[in-house]
RNA sequence: GCCGAUGUGGCGAAAUGGCAGACGCAACGGACUUAAAAUCCGUUGGGCUUAAACGGCCCGUGCCGGUUCGAGUCCGGCCAUCGGCACCA
């Protein structure tokens, strides 16, 4: 027949009411602390979903999976008494916005709107339970004043290393400030993204492309605005320390912090050729301390193993140290690696390249001439651009020396059973003269206390993470609220934030490296001898604290009221975001950077905790039903919308959870929301049937009558283990449980009101239109939202009589039942009595008998 | 190469060191129906035994070892897949 489908239960006419009820009894919001409705008497739980970009694609069934397992965290923490602050907003700024403007030929204005219209409504027919009252958008002035007033607090603001934390400028007592700022301006090799007509940040550039849009990115000197958050190292490594988050996602960013210990030491130049001064010889063995090249190493201890040195070809002392006959040789070279972009640099790592500078250095600890060379497998932006080559133990030197045919020493013993040429782990000194002997780490301490006694090293720690490139020569992003006079920048007077963009026609990238904003002749014209910085904040600057504006939306004298503050991120309570889902994808980008801000923030007394999110949970992808990733190119994208129209909000909902663990990745499946579907309609039929006119009316069934003990047992199992899977967000066996609970009831000709009651309370955070529905046709007392979490009697799980499983040598040879209360010697003499056990011993004389209480007895056999 | 995660039926998955496979999907059988859909009931890890049913037995959580009365779970060593970083000195 080709009629419509028939829909197993009215979904499509509850959902939609049910949504409107709660729109116009504002049913979900929050009240800040002195408002009205504000009870004081309850704690307050922060869920928090990442706020999504408002693409033109719509959601899809990704965005949905971590949104329903915090909606089901707000309204489980409602249910139990909680202050619920559970907001929703809109990252509008940046690329992906930006981007699809352009490809429409419309204004960022007209699409951000338009993209933010469809996903408000796509998320409110999934019925999620957001206080929509405090919703924010990135691109209103009134959000993007407060972030462009965080900026100037950053330029304000210097790390002091005494303290080890930001303080105001003013407590600076250097000469020039403009030195030590945590935002500055500096001339450095950027990512230069020509296709996007932009600088990234080295945390969007992925396999030597953009992270958006997959275009090549080149490098390029540029000057730039940085932020300082290499100053916040060492706190940002240690404080993840006392977060609850994935160890994963930890682990992502220490290794994004990269921090490594070791020591910096100085290796004079001999015989340096200075074309200044043609008299000096290439056999002079005197030291010159003018050029002196300093190397950073994680292993000191293998320092009489060093037999080369390598720069970086870009390293300026290149040009001081050069020979006569070596110029043009280095001349080539150089030029050769400028011409390689990053990504052909590391696909063409396979082999070794690199020249000899002519020149010699002298190695600190045996006064050895070693040969200094250029290679581009030393990066001028990790370290001083600089390594001693240690080949005997390190198996890119080992690579190189081999090549150019460098002499090889081993200084490192390696264990007995390993080849000592190549060893690179800890082993015992040899060769080393003042180390002979030592294992490598007492080798380590005893050089680097020679250098520093010598004046010819220290200890040292490097980082990987570099200092955060702020801006981008785009239009759709913060202007920053700076102005230049006399090419010094300072500081635009708060009183004129929000510092709005120009309404520009043609907002597209110049492509030249100038900001579209420098189209803007008159507003870039600040005042007779004063212009404005043109630049654009990236993307994530409206990110980084969007957390905290959810706490006081509508604020116009602060970024967030301190009360606000105070009483959501923090006070008394623990945590400041008490739990925050979203995806992997922000683990090095979002995450550090808004913990960077926090920092800095919190050092500056405006946040109550140094860090925004104390737990933290990764969703895992949900791939296509082909198990390939979802996307327009294998055809397997599933639109929410669409199934919502088959299957109802709430058994897309349910289905999103049932699917398996929440952090696991894992493939969709039509026929299991199918299964779902079917699974809520049993619960409607529960307590609903369909009369002769084909109208659905309240089971005679439904009574209220005591639940049979059987009954009683499941409803208490239910309840128990629904509670403890939704707080340790387990919420496919929640929903297993459920089910288990639908099917025991579904053959009763008699189902208590009572136990209706606790399913419907229960449920209702997965699946809250049908069981407001349900609640309301049930005739019961009040709203669905305004019930008690329903608590449990471990009493009515316990049974007079258990089964005991018996085993013989632990294998499972039957099960007996005995009373709750039996005796260990009871168990044991009734297992000795089951013939199968008899017959398992086989005549075999017993060794011994473990007997667990109330679980199973295990006989041992000789 | 380094770091991290994962490995259980035909599929998604469950299992405080104590009955492996709950729950759901798919499949098969049955009830209801003129028929189908929907719904309800039942079977369903593999193998052997048995005329069949009942029953009985053996094997089984990536591989190899270990600890334990007992291991999917704990320990050691491998293998595979996925993710991140990657010439980071």
Redesign the pocket.
């Known amino acids: 027949?080709s009629s419509e489908r028939r829909k197993?239960y009215p979904f499509d006419r509850l959902e939609p009411k049910w949504q409107t009820i709660w729109d116009e009894t504002r049913a979900f919001h929050a009240p800040n602390p002195g408002e009205e409705k504000f009870d004081p008497a309850q704690p307050k739980f922060y869920v928090l979903d990442m706020f999504p970009y408002p693409s033109g694609a719509g959601l899809h069934v990704g965005h949905p999976e971590g949104y329903t397992a915090t909606d089901i965290i707000a309204r489980y923490k409602r249910l139990l008494g909680f202050n619920v602050l559970h907001p929703m907003g809109w990252d509008a700024f940046g690329l992906p916005a930006e981007q699809y403007a352009i490809k429409t030929g419309q204004h960022p204005v007209v699409t951000t709107r338009e993209n933010v219209a469809k996903f408000k409504t796509q998320l409110k027919r999934i019925g999620f339970s957001y206080d929509w009252e405090r919703e924010i958008n990135t691109t209103d002035p009134g959000y993007y004043k407060w972030t462009q007033w965080i900026f100037l607090q950053i330029y304000n603001s210097w790390f002091n290393p005494e303290t080890k934390r930001a303080e105001p400028i003013s407590t600076y007592r250097g000469d020039d400030p403009d030195e030590v700022r945590l935002a500055y301006v500096a001339q450095v090799r950027v990512n230069w993204c020509p296709e996007l007509g932009t600088v990234l940040a080295n945390e969007e550039v992925?396999?030597g492309k953009s992270e958006v849009g997959g275009f090549p990115v080149v490098r390029r000197p540029m000057r730039q605005w940085m932020l300082r958050i290499t100053a916040f190292a060492d706190r940002l490594l240690d404080e993840l320390e006392g977060l609850d988050w994935p160890?994963?996602i930890k682990?992502?960013q220490r290794?994004?912090i990269?921090r490594?210990e070791?020591a910096a030491i100085e290796f004079p130049v001999a015989a340096v050729y200075d074309r200044r001064n043609e008299d000096t010889t290439n056999d002079s063995e005197v030291r010159d301390r003018r050029y002196s090249i300093r190397?950073?190493?994680?292993?000191p201890d293998t320092l009489y193993g060093a037999t080369y040195m390598v720069l970086?070809p870009e390293n300026p002392i290149v040009d001081q140290i050069t020979t006569e006959n070596q110029l043009e040789a280095v001349a080539n070279y150089r030029t050769q690696v400028a011409s390689k972009s990053d990504l052909e640099?590391?696909d063409?790592?396979k082999e070794?390249t690199g020249v000899f500078t002519g020149a010699f250095a002298i190695n600190p600890v045996n006064d050895e001439r070693i040969p200094i060379w250029i290679a581009?497998?030393?990066?001028?932006?990790?370290?001083?651009?600089a390594?001693?080559g240690?080949p005997a133990h390190?198996a890119?030197d080992l690579?190189f020396a081999r090549k150019f045919d460098l002499p090889i020493r081993l200084v490192v013993q390696a264990p007995a059973d390993q080849e000592s040429l190549g060893f690179v782990g800890l082993g015992v000194a040899i060769n080393s003269l003042l180390l002979d002997g030592l294992p490598s780490p007492e080798a380590k301490q005893k050089i680097t206390d020679w250098l520093e006694e010598h004046g010819v090293g220290a200890r040292s720690i490097?980082y990987?993470l570099r200092d955060w490139l702020f801006s981008r020569q785009r239009y759709w992003g913060e202007p920053f609220p700076v102005i230049w006079r006399d090419g010094k920048h300072e500081a635009l007077p708060e009183s004129e934030l929000p510092l709005e963009p120009p309404a520009l026609e043609d907002f597209k990238p110049t492509g030249t490296g100038e900001p579209p904003l420098a189209k803007a002749k008159d507003w870039i014209r600040y005042s007779e001898h004063a212009t404005r910085e043109t630049n654009t904040m990236p993307q994530w600057a409206g990110s980084c604290w969007y957390y905290l504006r959810f706490c006081d939306p509508e604020n116009d004298k602060r970024f967030v009221g301190q009360e606000p503050e105070r009483y959501w991120m923090g006070g008394d309570q623990p945590g400041g975001v008490d739990l925050y889902i979203g995806g992997?994808e922000h683990?090095?980008l979002h995450l550090l950077y808004a913990r960077f801000w926090h920092k800095v923030l919190f050092d500056l007394g405006h946040v109550s905790k140094p860090e925004p999110f104390q737990r933290l949970v990764n969703q895992g992808m949900i791939l296509g039903e082909d198990g390939r990733k979802m996307s327009k190119r294998w055809g397997n994208v599933i639109d929410p919308l669409d199934v919502i129209e088959i299957y109802g909000a709430d058994a897309f909902r349910c289905y999103e959870m049932?699917?398996?663990?929440l952090e696991?990745?894992?493939?969709w499946?039509m026929?299991?929301v199918?299964?779902?579907s079917?699974?809520l309609?049993?619960v409607w039929?529960l307590i609903m049937r369909e009369n002769q006119a084909g109208e659905w009316v309240r089971s005679a069934a439904v009574q209220d009558v005591e639940p049979t003990k059987a009954q009683q047992k499941i409803i208490h199992a239910t309840v128990k283990k629904v509670t403890a899977d939704i707080e340790s967000l387990?919420f496919?066996?929640a929903?297993?449980q459920m089910?288990?609970f639908v099917?025991a009831f579904?053959?009763a000709d008699k189902i208590p009101v009572s136990a209706m009651r606790a399913l419907l309370v229960l449920l209702n955070p997965f699946a809250p239109h049908i069981t407001s529905e349900l609640w309301e046709r049930l005739n019961l007392d009040g709203a669905i939202t305004a019930q008690r979490w329903p608590e449990y009697d471990e009493h009515f799980l316990v049974e007079d009589e258990i089964?005991i499983?018996v085993?013989v040598?632990?294998?499972?040879?039957d099960?007996i039942t005995v009373a709750l209360n039996a005796t260990e010697a009871e168990l044991e003499t009734a297992a000795f009595a089951n013939q199968?056990v008899h017959?398992?011993m086989a005549g075999k004389a017993v060794r011994?008998v473990?007997v667990?209480p109330k679980?199973?007895v295990?006989i041992?056999t000789a």
Not at 376 to 385: E, K, P
Not at 809 to 813: A, D, E, I, Q, V
């Open positions: 027949m197993p992925i396999d160890d994963s682990a992502l290794n994004w990269g490594s070791g190397v950073f190493t994680t292993r970086a640099r590391t063409l790592a070794k581009d497998y030393v990066l001028m932006g990790y370290g001083t651009g390594i001693m240690v390190d890119r690579e490097n990987k992997v683990a090095v049932f699917m398996g663990p696991q990745m894992k493939p499946s026929k299991g199918e299964g779902v079917r699974f309609a049993r039929r387990s496919n066996t929903i297993s089910m288990i099917n579904t053959t089964e499983v085993q040598n632990g294998k499972l040879r099960k199968k017959n398992a011994k473990v667990v679980k199973l295990n041992v």
